[in-house]
């Protein structure tokens, strides 16, 4: 590019980054559009690393070595999942799906939510009274698609429980209905409620020796299913972390408050026997913890934290609840809410909390509109970790009481209990707070072993048992998850005789220990995934947080590091990055660097479509990837990071020993999610951009040469991968940027403007951008050695993006509503210079069009010393270029 082009296209982004703070379309954004059944050859054609038909070596297997195996080599698995009508498209489509899934390297289909909904957006068949017949037409599509995937060489993943809804028709109670109003609150009573499970059962045999015509094979034994998994984002504990257990109807909390005595009669014998266990510890309340509790005083000894650009206040009022506590109460007015929950705080801070203890929280609150609220106790120092409550109360403009009875995670010295009103403008009243030691028993009056009478702990009031109570109750629920994951995998491998690999649900929503009992572990995790502050999933009223994960130090991946189990196979079968924040391009390109670096063996992003609309041309909603052309076009640098293993494993690993009792201890710290980790035994989060990090679950071995978590204390913000490749550079505060240096595959990805990185002798310097200099800049090799003539190279450079008259509603961009905008999706032109250490005379280069063919060609400068200089920027009107270097 001529200088002086080169000068106005960088004053043109700059222009660009002035106005970004706007709502509305930065200037100088132009359509960019990916077709829908491209896949025609070129450089952006990845289909040739596909080793098809899928399943011709045999069926995937786990190896010793805890990875993946296709007959005799290792295999990694690069994939999308699908959701709804998308699962099942016409016969004339599912060819040309299979083949552009093929193009990005996509070697597996994870097919999510086919038993919600009747056909043709799900496999229920769509006259059905009940859930139990599946649709012919149906299965028909789901063969002719299976078949087209496994012909291109992409595997099958089925997953046979997700938001199926079971009703009375199933032969069910009809009290089954009253359970369905949260998704999955049904699936909870599936643990131990065996009419349940036989219609689990039923539903997987149904579908999986269905024999597909096409192929000759039934699902259960056809190579090219890689996967089968019983039962999506799923527990018994977890569901009674989330409250879920304590929210099903009576029929079948009576099964399970059966069994729970059955299970003490077993461990304990007698009434008397369990009584002195439980009773050990039993503690009643003592002093008040908190200053000026009742608001006599006003607000004195509490304090209002307002964060970004969140607006309220607080005064003293007189009005106070019908059985008042004494005092005055306080109201709470939020004018403008922030965008997380903590960005407005009432709090009591310097409190000392000890660990193992439990502590009773009490308050009366209402507010001027139905909503949620949340309350907490929390480190009022960094790194700001919630030391044992956290709770979500559902408030009306009528005054209610609540109790929190929690035993502390954590020892803190000053400690900070606090009251977070919801993520809406209004009035919120606190009145007769009070925070206390104690408040914990033992065996209740009238519970007898004998009589079957002991109740059911519920999660709201477990911290009134002791710890011992405590303890029993998680054991059980352990001992009930166990059975049933055990129970279903048994059933799939010894009656169905299915040859996949069987995952059970993701470690976060169970337990590493649970989860290492079946052949596979899995995780998911999503980037700023939306919020809702009023009703769930409601299409209005919605946050997505406008936030690059560079600065995040790790952001979702150390989560998923720590919740990996040696000795298995490592998957991330779900992993998003939610639009409409327009970072997006750094998701894949992130997740892939570090899953490569962890040496996991399975990431997949979520999710490729909920519908056949494929022809789009515009961002469908938070998660859909097939119509987002900065997602799609990443994809390419990514799959080279991690599908062929361009950036290489951790040369050493840090294992955390987590056996069946550890674990038991640690639920009892645990929230619903997060579960327990390698982050409950010591490893820090910052090991895992530094080293592997892995879980030895019950009677493991170590490897040999394993650091232990001591040997991983890490520190500093600029964070670098044990082998040198990858960098997280969080030294400048706010502008973080990740590097990936590599043989074959360089970036840069975020705040890069205005800075030169070089690469092992390939200099990438990011330009201005309209977000404040983010972007990200990949070089990838498809052939050759991007050091050394003769090379064929693939360029990304993505930034913002945008559909067409986006509804905006605030200056932060967090939220739409249902203001998606109109095709076509507007995207950045990002500036930079590449260098490359050949002559220029033997470099060419193009702007590639929506197809990735080439369309214009690039200039190529000589730069220092003559090495071959190419300028990217908006003129060309493109997300990817090629280089070629002869």
């Given at each position: 590019?001529?200088?002086?082009?080169?000068?106005?296209?960088?004053?043109?982004?700059?222009?660009?980054?002035?106005?970004?703070?706007?709502?509305?379309?930065?200037?100088?954004?132009?359509?960019?559009?990916?077709?829908?059944?491209?896949?025609?050859?070129?450089?952006?054609?990845?289909?040739?690393?596909?080793?098809?038909?899928?399943?011709?070596?045999?069926?995937?297997?786990?190896?010793?070595?805890?990875?993946?195996?296709?007959?005799?080599?290792?295999?990694?698995?690069?994939?999308?999942?699908?959701?709804?009508?998308?699962?099942?498209?016409?016969?004339?489509?599912?060819?040309?799906?299979?083949?552009?899934?093929?193009?990005?390297?996509?070697?597996?289909?994870?097919?999510?939510?086919?038993?919600?909904?009747?056909?043709?957006?799900?496999?229920?068949?769509?006259?059905?009274?009940?859930?139990?017949?599946?649709?012919?037409?149906?299965?028909?599509?789901?063969?002719?698609?299976?078949?087209?995937?496994?012909?291109?060489?992409?595997?099958?993943?089925?997953?046979?429980?997700?938001?199926?809804?079971?009703?009375?028709?199933?032969?069910?109670?009809?009290?089954?209905?009253?359970?369905?109003?949260?998704?999955?609150?049904?699936?909870?009573?599936?643990?131990?409620?065996?009419?349940?499970?036989?219609?689990?059962?039923?539903?997987?045999?149904?579908?999986?020796?269905?024999?597909?015509?096409?192929?000759?094979?039934?699902?259960?034994?056809?190579?090219?299913?890689?996967?089968?998994?019983?039962?999506?984002?799923?527990?018994?504990?977890?569901?009674?972390?989330?409250?879920?257990?304590?929210?099903?109807?009576?029929?079948?909390?009576?099964?399970?408050?059966?069994?729970?005595?059955?299970?003490?009669?077993?461990?304990?014998?007698?009434?008397?026997?369990?009584?002195?266990?439980?009773?050990?510890?039993?503690?009643?309340?003592?002093?008040?913890?908190?200053?000026?509790?009742?608001?006599?005083?006003?607000?004195?000894?509490?304090?209002?934290?307002?964060?970004?650009?969140?607006?309220?206040?607080?005064?003293?009022?007189?009005?106070?609840?019908?059985?008042?506590p004494g005092g005055q109460s306080v109201r709470l007015t939020v004018t403008r809410p922030g965008t997380e929950s903590w960005h407005v705080?009432?709090?009591?801070?310097?409190?000392?909390?000890?660990?193992?203890?439990?502590?009773?929280?009490?308050?009366?609150?209402?507010?001027?509109?139905?909503?949620?609220?949340?309350?907490?106790?929390?480190?009022?120092?960094?790194?700001?970790?919630?030391?044992?409550?956290?709770?979500?109360?559902?408030?009306?403009?009528?005054?209610?009481?609540?109790?929190?009875?929690?035993?502390?995670?954590?020892?803190?010295?000053?400690?900070?209990?606090?009251?977070?009103?919801?993520?809406?403008?209004?009035?919120?009243?606190?009145?007769?707070?009070?925070?206390?030691?104690?408040?914990?028993?033992?065996?209740?009056?009238?519970?007898?072993?004998?009589?079957?009478?002991?109740?059911?702990?519920?999660?709201?009031?477990?911290?009134?048992?002791?710890?011992?109570?405590?303890?029993?109750?998680?054991?059980?629920?352990?001992?009930?998850?166990?059975?049933?994951?055990?129970?279903?995998?048994?059933?799939?491998?010894?009656?169905?005789?299915?040859?996949?690999?069987?995952?059970?649900?993701?470690?976060?929503?169970?337990?590493?220990?649970?989860?290492?009992?079946?052949?596979?572990?899995?995780?998911?995790?999503?980037?700023?995934?939306?919020?809702?502050?009023?009703?769930?999933?409601?299409?209005?009223?919605?946050?997505?947080?406008?936030?690059?994960?560079?600065?995040?130090?790790?952001?979702?991946?150390?989560?998923?590091?720590?919740?990996?189990?040696?000795?298995?196979?490592?998957?991330?079968?779900?992993?998003?990055?939610?639009?409409?924040?327009?970072?997006?391009?750094?998701?894949?390109?992130?997740?892939?660097?570090?899953?490569?670096?962890?040496?996991?063996?399975?990431?997949?992003?979520?999710?490729?479509?909920?519908?056949?609309?494929?022809?789009?041309?515009?961002?469908?909603?938070?998660?859909?990837?097939?119509?987002?052309?900065?997602?799609?076009?990443?994809?390419?640098?990514?799959?080279?990071?991690?599908?062929?293993?361009?950036?290489?494993?951790?040369?050493?690993?840090?294992?955390?020993?987590?056996?069946?009792?550890?674990?038991?201890?640690?639920?009892?710290?645990?929230?619903?999610?997060?579960?327990?980790?390698?982050?409950?035994?010591?490893?820090?989060?910052?090991?895992?951009?530094?080293?592997?990090?892995?879980?030895?679950?019950?009677?493991?071995?170590?490897?040999?040469?394993?650091?232990?978590?001591?040997?991983?204390?890490?520190?500093?913000?600029?964070?670098?991968?044990?082998?040198?490749?990858?960098?997280?550079?969080?030294?400048?505060?706010?502008?973080?940027?990740?590097?990936?240096?590599?043989?074959?595959?360089?970036?840069?990805?975020?705040?890069?403007?205005?800075?030169?990185?070089?690469?092992?002798?390939?200099?990438?310097?990011?330009?201005?951008?309209?977000?404040?200099?983010?972007?990200?800049?990949?070089?990838?090799?498809?052939?050759?050695?991007?050091?050394?003539?003769?090379?064929?190279?693939?360029?990304?450079?993505?930034?913002?993006?945008?559909?067409?008259?986006?509804?905006w509603k605030t200056p932060e961009k967090t939220s739409v509503g249902r203001q998606w905008g109109e095709a076509p999706t507007l995207v950045?032109?990002?500036?930079?210079?590449?260098?490359?250490?050949?002559?220029?005379?033997?470099?060419?280069?193009?702007?590639?069009?929506?197809?990735?063919?080439?369309?214009?060609?690039?200039?190529?400068?000589?730069?220092?010393?003559?090495?071959a200089l190419v300028a990217i920027g908006p003129e060309h009107r493109t997300l990817w270029y090629e280089i070629q270097a002869d």
């Open positions: 590019m001529p200088r002086l082009l080169l000068v106005l296209a960088v004053l043109a982004a700059g222009v660009q980054a002035a106005r970004a703070g706007e709502v509305g379309v930065p200037d100088g954004l132009f359509p960019f559009v990916l077709p829908w059944d491209d896949a025609s050859s070129g450089v952006t054609d990845l289909s040739g690393w596909l080793r098809g038909p899928a399943g011709a070596s045999g069926a995937v297997r786990a190896g010793s070595d805890g990875h993946l195996y296709a007959g005799g080599e290792r295999i990694r698995f690069f994939g999308v999942d699908l959701a709804f009508s998308a699962n099942l498209p016409r016969e004339e489509d599912a060819p040309r799906l299979a083949a552009r899934l093929a193009r990005f390297g996509v070697n597996i289909v994870r097919f999510h939510i086919l038993d919600m909904r009747r056909f043709p957006d799900g496999l229920l068949a769509r006259e059905g009274k009940d859930s139990r017949a599946l649709d012919p037409e149906a299965l028909d599509r789901l063969d002719a698609f299976t078949e087209a995937l496994n012909r291109k060489g992409t595997y099958v993943y089925l997953c046979l429980l997700n938001y199926r809804r079971f009703t009375a028709a199933d032969g069910l109670p009809p009290e089954i209905e009253q359970a369905g109003s949260v998704l999955q609150r049904q699936h909870v009573a599936g643990f131990f409620f065996e009419p349940l499970i036989a219609l689990q059962k039923e539903y997987a045999r149904a579908l999986l020796t269905h024999r597909n015509p096409r192929s000759g094979f039934t699902y259960a034994d056809s190579p090219g299913v890689a996967f089968v998994e019983i039962n999506n984002e799923n527990g018994l504990i977890h569901a009674w972390l989330r409250d879920e257990v304590d929210a099903l109807p009576d029929v079948f909390l009576a099964v399970l408050r059966q069994q729970w005595n059955g299970w003490l009669r077993a461990r304990h014998g007698s009434s008397d026997a369990l009584r002195q266990a439980w009773g050990a510890t039993a503690e009643g309340l003592g002093e008040e913890m908190l200053t000026n509790s009742d608001f006599a005083h006003g607000t004195d000894g509490w304090a209002l934290e307002r964060h970004g650009v969140a607006e309220a206040t607080v005064v003293a009022d007189r009005e106070v609840p019908p059985a008042p705080r009432f709090e009591q801070t310097g409190k000392s909390l000890e660990a193992g203890r439990s502590y009773t929280f009490s308050f009366w609150a209402r507010a001027d509109q139905p909503c949620t609220a949340r309350v907490s106790t929390e480190q009022g120092h960094e790194p700001w970790q919630n030391v044992g409550l956290v709770a979500t109360v559902a408030l009306t403009p009528e005054w209610q009481a609540f109790r929190f009875v929690v035993p502390m995670r954590l020892t803190d010295t000053a400690a900070r209990v606090i009251f977070d009103p919801g993520l809406r403008a209004g009035e919120y009243w606190l009145a007769g707070a009070s925070f206390r030691l104690g408040g914990v028993n033992g065996l209740g009056d009238g519970e007898q072993l004998e009589t079957g009478s002991v109740a059911t702990l519920r999660h709201v009031r477990a911290g009134e048992r002791t710890l011992q109570a405590q303890q029993d109750w998680l054991a059980f629920l352990w001992d009930t998850e166990d059975a049933y994951w055990q129970g279903l995998y048994r059933f799939l491998k010894d009656d169905l005789g299915v040859k996949a690999l069987v995952i059970g649900t993701v470690v976060g929503c169970s337990t590493p220990n649970l989860m290492a009992r079946l052949d596979s572990v899995d995780t998911h995790a999503y980037w700023c995934h939306p919020s809702f502050p009023g009703r769930p999933w409601d299409p209005e009223n919605w946050v997505v947080s406008n936030r690059s994960m560079v600065n995040d130090r790790g952001g979702t991946l150390p989560g998923l590091a720590l919740h990996r189990v040696l000795g298995k196979p490592h998957c991330v079968t779900e992993y998003g990055h939610a639009a409409p924040n327009p970072h997006a391009g750094e998701g894949d390109l992130l997740r892939d660097a570090y899953a490569a670096l962890q040496d996991w063996d399975y990431v997949s992003t979520s999710r490729y479509s909920h519908d056949t609309n494929w022809d789009l041309r515009r961002i469908r909603n938070y998660f859909d990837i097939d119509q987002h052309p900065t997602r799609m076009v990443t994809l390419i640098p990514a799959a080279a990071m991690f599908l062929r293993g361009d950036v290489a494993c951790a040369r050493l690993v840090v294992v955390a020993v987590l056996g069946r009792e550890a674990e038991l201890a640690a639920l009892g710290r645990a929230r619903a999610w997060e579960l327990v980790g390698a982050g409950d035994v010591g490893v820090p989060r910052q090991a895992a951009l530094v080293h592997r990090v892995a879980i030895a679950t019950e009677g493991q071995p170590l490897p040999p040469g394993a650091l232990t978590p001591a040997e991983a204390t890490l520190a500093g913000d600029r964070i670098a991968s044990d082998t040198g490749e990858l960098l997280w550079d969080l030294s400048d505060p706010g502008r973080g940027v990740v590097t990936v240096n590599t043989a074959r595959s360089k970036a840069v990805i975020g705040f890069g403007a205005g800075k030169r990185y070089d690469l092992g002798g390939v200099v990438i310097e990011p330009g201005p951008t309209c977000q404040e200099g983010w972007s990200a800049i990949t070089l990838t090799a498809l052939t050759g050695d991007p050091l050394r003539p003769s090379c064929r190279m693939l360029v990304t450079a993505t930034g913002y993006v945008q559909n067409t008259n986006m509804g950045e032109g990002v500036p930079g210079r590449i260098t490359l250490p050949v002559p220029a005379a033997a470099v060419k280069a193009w702007a590639l069009d929506e197809r990735g063919q080439r369309r214009t060609p690039v200039a190529v400068q000589p730069g220092d010393g003559g090495r």
